[in-house]
DNA sequence: CGAGCACTTGAGGCAATTCAATGATTGTGG
DNA sequence: CCACAATCATTGAATTGCCTCAAGTGCTCG
């Protein structure tokens, strides 16, 4: 199939778009060598330390990015402070609503991460003339929809080892997608973070990774670096058919 | 936006089509008069009583449909029988996955329904040709993608009475959306069904039931019909902002 | 009227939370 | 380079909210 895409000369092709990740599994691969030149002149790179808001739960938002390199968080608060991430998005994802002048939930960089803005009425104007482009991101929400109600199933009805195993089985397998056994990896998120996406406290979250670094599911160093010995081991922790 | 919409004599429109809810909210809102008679030909009406399966998780998925009435449930389950309800979804939603083979869930009738129903084949033909109508599934998906998170939110960091709380407020402004005080309505879901959609056991969620209905939040007969006095008492109880 | 089903109510147990203290790691200024 | 604070993570003890198990109530339908 990718081979049927057009072989361009790569000189058609924006520069600041030849080395991006996004040009073949995100969104902008559904776009021509014209239609990527008209929308990178309005582009711009932003680097983002860990921790940095894009966008705020409720506020206008008028960017829609790609993101590069690093992984986003989305977030819903409650009135009271009680918070749940209710989507992680890892490179090439696409990042935004268009159509929709609110967000629906802060967006927070979790590790550092480069995105590649544009603005939101311009994706909007070439959707309607690139129906391929909508096909794509109509394709990715659907993915996004599947994610979450997968995590709806986790937060329902599995206990905090299910949880935790879960989470690590979903980072070891997005981080790098053809992970093995004995893969190793650094955690994008933080104690703190991991509860919120499971929707437990950070105390049972630790005592958790605990419990399976004890049964020799994962090994862990700095506490942020995970090492996994046997993935189906801990798919079958994760409680995942 | 509507008063555009061409203003055709509607015996252009085939006659199954002309009574159809869905032609106005739904998907085939996006369809020409041609369009639709071409849809209208290849599709047929199905009741659905209540508890009747419309298709298996992972089972191949070869209709899409419209709900014409009646409210059905997406479940996704657990190896060993733990189940959580992914979705609910009401006339006139769309029900399938375009471009996708199996269905990621299970979709069974949560009370007697009322289904459109055309071959998938034929509606992803129709799509890369109205790009209309995929701009039109692709709101849609973006609506239950919101939902879906919402619904995380709600699983990951309520108790069981705000779960309970927003479940009913969640019923009473999505059946009737204009929903006011001291409006009642029946439950589409059973308490089990009620309990898998909260990640909640039956017990828990009879009791805060009877707990609402003693602090007058809301009242109960038959099991099924409620009554609201005050809906903004009720999201306050909900925890909603 | 009795069987079957859906729902409610009660008692006790347990998993996860809360509260509190300790340990580890990182960054800062002397 | 060390001392110190600050942040993040772990561990322990006590509490609690929800679950489990069990019995009871109230419909519906033959």
């Known amino acids: 199939m990718d081979m049927q895409r057009s072989d361009i000369h790569s000189s058609d092709i924006p520069i600041v778009c030849r080395a991006c990740e996004a040009r073949h599994g995100g969104a902008c691969s559904a776009l021509s060598p014209q239609q990527l030149g008209e929308l990178s002149k309005h582009s711009s790179r932003r680097r983002l330390q860990a921790g940095t808001e894009v966008v705020g739960q409720g506020e206008e938002m008028a960017t829609c990015a790609n993101i590069m390199r690093g992984v986003v968080k989305l977030t819903r608060m409650m009135p009271d402070g009680r918070q749940q991430i209710v989507g992680l998005q890892f490179a090439p994802d696409f990042l935004g609503r268009p159509f929709a002048a609110e967000s629906p939930h802060s967006a927070e960089a979790a590790t550092d991460t480069e995105i590649c803005t544009f603005p939101r009425h311009l994706l909007e104007r070439m959707v309607t003339r690139a129906p391929e482009l909508e096909h794509r991101l109509h394709q990715q929400v659907l993915k ?19 949880k ?7 980072i070891a397998t997005h981080y790098d997608p053809e992970t093995v056994d004995g893969s190793a990896f650094d955690l994008p998120l933080s104690r703190a973070d991991i509860a919120d996406f499971l929707g437990l406290t ?15 599911v994962i090994r862990i160093e700095n506490n942020r670096h995970v090492t996994v010995p046997d993935i189906e081991r801990l798919q079958q922790f994760a409680g995942i058919d």
Do not use: C, H, P, Y
């Not at 996004?144 to 299910?162: P, V």
């Not at 958790?208 to 020799?216: G, H, I, V």
């Open 144 to 162: 996004e929809l599947d994610e979450a109600r997968d995590w709806m199933l986790t937060l329902g009805r599995k206990n905090a080892q299910e």
């Open 164 to 170: 935790v195993a879960s989470f690590l089985f979903l």
């Open 202 to 216: 950070i105390e049972t979250v630790s005592r958790q990774f605990t419990k399976l670094r004890k049964e020799n």
